[in-house]
């Protein structure tokens, strides 16, 4: 077998003609790797581990390069809620889903920030990925947003926080405990469909790469998943001292 592993090393440098190897080469060369991945199964961890860097490199910078041609849709977008200093010294942008768990916990990771931090803008970008009722959902908290648009916050962390499943009614009856009215609501709903909304924010996912949610971008980096307080609050910190989310 070394013979067979030293000839085909010297076949390599002499020249195209010679890489080909033929059947039997084929199989003792396949048998040995099995052989030598078997005695060594922790290599399959590290060949594992190299391809989830790989990817998570390139979702990286997919994140980047999206965050950088689409500023004004996340930075900007009059459909947005903002929470915190409108003219906050640094943004962050969060996609949720109403239904999503993930999201649901980092809730009280957004209200620790803005409590500690006085100089945060905070923009919520709803994101109905989770099936009919996320989306559902989201349409009444469009309207929400269009009919009571004081009361959207209240709204948002009541409707999220809540331990039943986002759904229309579930969002109506959360809507209407905050004094809106379900006809101005429906009303709305009927007149202003929000699909078009949900368009052009999958769009601007599928731009970012985001997968799933929740999908924070922290100035210009993505923050995939829920990260927790302090790593975002890191960020944060990072940003005002070296102008980038990591020094």
């Known amino acids: ?18 890489l080909a190897l033929d059947d039997q080469q084929k199989k003792e060369m396949g048998a040995f790797i099995r052989e030598y991945l078997i005695a060594n199964p922790e290599i399959m961890l590290e060949v594992q581990d190299a391809l989830e860097k790989k990817q998570q490199e390139a979702r990286i910078a997919q994140a980047a390069n999206g965050i950088s041609a689409n500023r004004d849709a996340l930075f900007s977008s009059p459909s947005d809620i903002t ?17 999503c768990g993930y999201c649901k916990r980092a809730l009280s990771d957004m209200d620790e920030l803005l409590k500690a931090d006085g100089k945060v803008r905070f923009i919520l970008k709803e994101f109905p990925i989770l099936g009919p009722d996320s989306m559902a959902a989201h349409r009444v908290a469009n309207a929400v947003r269009l009919v009571a648009p004081e009361k959207y916050p209240q709204f948002h962390r009541k409707l999220l926080g ?77 940003i005002r001292a070296c102008g980038k989310a990591t020094c």
């Open 1 to 18: 077998m070394a013979a067979l592993l030293i000839a085909g090393t010297a076949s390599l440098s002499a020249g195209s003609a010679a």
């Open 83 to 99: 929470l915190g200093n409108p003219n906050g010294d640094v943004t962050i942008v969060e996609f949720f889903d109403y239904n």
């Open 162 to 238: 809540g331990e039943v499943r986002a759904t229309e009614d579930t969002a109506i009856e959360v809507a209407t405990s905050l004094g809106i009215p379900e006809q101005a609501l429906r009303a709305s709903m009927e007149s202003n469909p929000s699909d078009p909304l949900v368009r052009q924010t999958y769009q601007l996912a599928n731009n970012l790469g985001i997968t799933g949610t929740p999908f924070y971008v922290v100035g210009d980096e993505a923050v995939f998943g829920a990260v927790g307080y302090q790593e975002l609050a890191e960020k944060i910190a990072n």
